[in-house]
């Protein structure tokens, strides 16, 4: 079964803590990706990847980085937390090519930053 | 990226089918049509996609309009696991690596037993 886990279910931080939030996929996918959602805004992209090193920004990357050194693996850095950016964190990874691979996506992390 | 529109909310009696509508007036002709659902306190998961032929899989069925500026999620019986938001979206199959979902706001679909 295709499995993309996350480190935490929920967090709790302080304003400006250096946060780490990691993903990992076990379907040697290329593409992965970080979301934030938020009551009423959806889902919005942070960052993807779509190869190892190599990061592209989303809609609203401010306020974070990424990080992949491995293929399975893609974190997300908030590098001083801030409470806007209390919110659920979903990390998703596709095959690679055409724009038509599906999404898998982990259960989510949900960030509290006090 | 084109947009699409979703009703907020739907409800639907436990057994019986559901369409859920979305319209997407400004589709390109390279648009796919994808369909993704999230069930409470999880991730979205795929259900479904479509260019211009109606589609079907065990999951549900997707209907698209003969001009491609309306789609219809069908759920053939729903079930009570099937009350989740239900999210219509586009993807330009020209978009290669950059293969990133919009999101709106979706429809919530409740099930009544």
């Known amino acids: 079964d295709v499995k993309v886990t996350q480190s935490s279910r929920y967090l709790v931080k302080r304003t400006g803590e250096k946060v780490f939030l990691e993903c990992v996929q076990d379907m040697d996918h290329e593409n992965m990706f970080w979301y934030r959602q938020d009551p009423g805004l959806g889902l919005r992209l942070i960052y993807f990847s779509y190869d190892v090193k190599m990061k592209e920004k989303g809609d609203i990357p401010e306020g974070y980085s990424v990080s992949r050194e491995k293929k399975e693996r893609f974190s997300l850095i908030l590098e001083s937390a801030s409470t806007n950016q209390t919110s659920m964190y979903l990390c998703a990874s596709s095959k690679g090519g055409t724009s038509n691979y599906e999404q898998y996506f982990g259960p989510g992390t949900r960030l509290t930053v006090t | 990226d084109a947009k699409t529109t979703q009703p907020n909310s739907m409800e639907s009696n436990e057994e019986e089918p559901v369409h859920l509508p979305c319209n997407h007036s400004t589709i390109s002709g390279t648009d796919y049509i994808h369909w993704y659902r999230q069930l409470p306190s999880q991730g979205p998961e795929y259900v479904i996609h479509g260019l211009t032929s109606n589609v079907n899989n065990r999951m549900a069925s997707l209907a698209i309009a003969e001009d491609r500026k309306s789609s219809t999620l069908i759920l053939h019986r729903a079930t009570l696991r099937d009350a989740a938001v239900y999210y219509c979206?586009?993807?330009?199959?020209?978009?290669?690596?950059?293969?990133?979902?919009?999101f709106g706001t979706g429809t919530l679909l409740a099930v009544q037993p």
């Open positions: 979206i586009l993807r330009d199959r020209k978009s290669g690596a950059t293969n990133k979902l919009i």
